[in-house]
């Protein structure tokens, strides 16, 4: 059974950082291509973003330069460091595969005051 507990947010004010966990079990991790997605309130959850089995990297343009992606396959856990933090970051964020198929975790929620 595939499980993904995602952790570390909370309320910062604008400008500030945070660092989000996702832990991973009931799968072969290390080969996946692994994602960040979140979703704002009225809004349809979208890619934030991404990070291949060999560690290339992509971002959606609002996170650009401010977010950064990584893993760590001996733990199968994948992180995002989040600097500069803006209002419109406030979100409830969750991991996955790219594809999405892997059941939803909890999420995170992530609240930016400005």
């Known amino acids: 059974q595939v499980q993904l507990v995602e952790s570390g947010g909370g309320l910062v004010q604008a400008g500030g950082s945070l660092r989000l966990s996702c832990a991973a079990s009931g799968l072969i991790f290390d080969i996946r291509t692994m994602a960040w997605y979140r979703q704002a309130p009225g809004k349809q959850r979208e890619l934030v973003a991404a990070i291949t089995s060999s560690g290339s990297t992509n971002y959606a343009d609002s996170v650009k330069g401010r977010f950064i992606i990584s893993r760590d396959n001996a733990k199968n856990t994948v992180y995002l460091q989040m600097n500069s933090l803006k209002p419109e970051d406030t979100a409830v964020y969750y991991c996955?595969?790219?594809?999405?198929?892997?059941?939803w975790g909890q999420g995170t929620q992530v609240t930016v005051s400005s």
């Open positions: 996955n595969r790219r594809d999405r198929t892997y059941p």
